[in-house]
């Protein structure tokens, strides 16, 4: 069953936030720490799908999905600030002016106030899959809940966050290849891509919530990796 997927996920989610938590007590650096952020409800947002249809339509499964909608769009841009921090911590030159962490400071900002307008203007809509039942802004053919369900209506908010994130961590994924040898970063985000770019009416968005710990993995062994050799080279 679908929701049992979610729960599964959610349970990988929770062990990933508890690993990056030790991390972050043990290297305390702003590039665990400011990747590790989405990570705190992460595990929530699966698991608000995964109850859903034991909860039911009404106020209680609207408040949870209120909740997950708005720790996404708030926590996931802090990752650009991350990747900023990242490249400090390994040394680079470039990233070492105040203005380039500005701009990534900046990038992030935008995206969650642009993210955060939208949903405050949005109203969400019971959203069905299988077995799963959450709320969504828009209502499509294969998400509606009834026969008599309005299709389309409602607002589809893009995800041009993630995307533009999923394509930066490439990017800066292939810069530390090039230049101190970590593989890891591009190939872990390009197999999440893959993830993220299988269809949800015929999947549900099960595929698209598995490829976020692939990412989060791959991020954290990075910003471990580089917390590691920062610490190497301090002794």
């Known amino acids: 069953m679908l929701s049992i ?18 991390a972050c007590l043990r290297y305390r650096t702003n590039g665990l720490i400011f990747t590790s952020l989405p990570l705190l409800l992460l595990w929530y947002d699966n698991f608000t799908v995964g109850v859903g249809s034991k909860i039911g339509e ?7 999905n209120n909740v997950r909608f708005i720790a996404h769009y708030v926590s996931l841009p802090m990752i650009f600030i991350g990747v900023g921090a990242l490249a400090r911590e390994a040394g680079f030159g470039w990233a070492q002016r105040k203005w380039v962490m500005g701009i990534f400071c900046v990038v992030a900002t935008f995206f969650i106030l642009d993210d955060l307008w939208q949903f405050y203007q949005a109203t969400l809509y019971p959203s069905c899959f299988a077995d799963t039942l959450r709320y969504t802004t828009r209502i499509a053919e294969y998400t509606a809940c009834s026969p008599d369900a309005d299709i389309g209506v409602g607002t589809r908010i893009l995800p041009y966050p993630a995307i533009t994130l999923t394509f930066t961590l490439i990017a800066f994924g292939f810069y530390l290849w090039y230049k101190i040898g970590w593989k890891w970063l591009p190939i872990g985000a390009i197999v999440a891509m893959v993830f993220f770019a299988i269809p949800y009416s015929s999947t549900g968005g099960i595929f698209s919530n598995i490829g976020e710990p ?4 791959t991020v954290l062994l990075t910003a471990t990796y580089i917390a590691r050799r920062r610490e190497a080279a301090a002794v």
């Open 5 to 22: 997927a979610y729960i599964g996920v959610a349970v990988l989610d929770f062990a990933i936030l508890v690993w990056a938590a030790r």
């Open 58 to 64: 009404g106020d209680l499964l609207l408040a949870m």
């Open 214 to 217: 692939i990412l989060a993995i």
